[in-house]
């Protein structure tokens, strides 16, 4: 329950299943006097259609995709933690499936690296360290500083993971 502005789409991969309009009357509250008396509705049981009017469609923001071919993965950071470490939409199937051996080189702001680290300590303090978190997603830090701030990468930044022949 929300406003239409594109955030819907960004949930989930899947279709939705059904969307309702809800009513609006004016209201310098609306979670207090309209979203929580739906969300009580449909706690106690109602059907989402008799909460709200159905509407076919909603607007959908697009997510930011990886791109990958055998020669390249280009990806972006898509958060940053309170760290500064740099969680980026580059997942470990994807590069266990083109490494296959072949050397590589990670790329992103003036920097390359061709090693990526199975733990966070495998690096000296203030040196940048790239793993595969417990997501499986590629992650980039600077052990005890911060990555976001150190390296000039924000929300967005791009990544690239290029392949040797």
Do not use: W
Request: proline share 4%; aromatic share 10%.
């Amino acid at each position: 329950m929300g406003v239409d502005n594109g955030l819907f789409g960004l949930i989930s991969d899947q279709p939705h299943q059904q969307a309702v309009r809800l009513e609006a009357p004016e209201s310098t509250f609306p979670e207090k006097d309209i979203l929580a008396p739906a969300a009580a509705r449909l706690a106690k049981g109602d059907a989402i259609t008799n909460v709200g009017k159905p509407v076919d469609s909603f607007r959908k923001m697009l997510n930011r995709q990886v791109k990958a071919t055998r020669k390249i993965i280009a990806g972006h950071v898509i958060r940053v933690d309170n760290y500064g470490n740099l969680i980026t939409n580059i997942n470990k199937t994807d590069f266990d499936i083109l490494t296959k051996g072949r050397n590589y080189t990670i790329q992103f702001g003036g920097e390359k690296f061709r090693r990526i680290h199975t733990s966070y300590y495998q690096t000296e303090q203030g040196d940048c360290f790239l793993i595969f978190n417990s997501l499986g997603l590629l992650e980039i830090g600077i052990f005890k500083g911060n990555a976001s701030e150190l390296l000039g990468l924000q929300y967005d930044s791009p990544v690239t993971i290029t392949f040797d022949e």
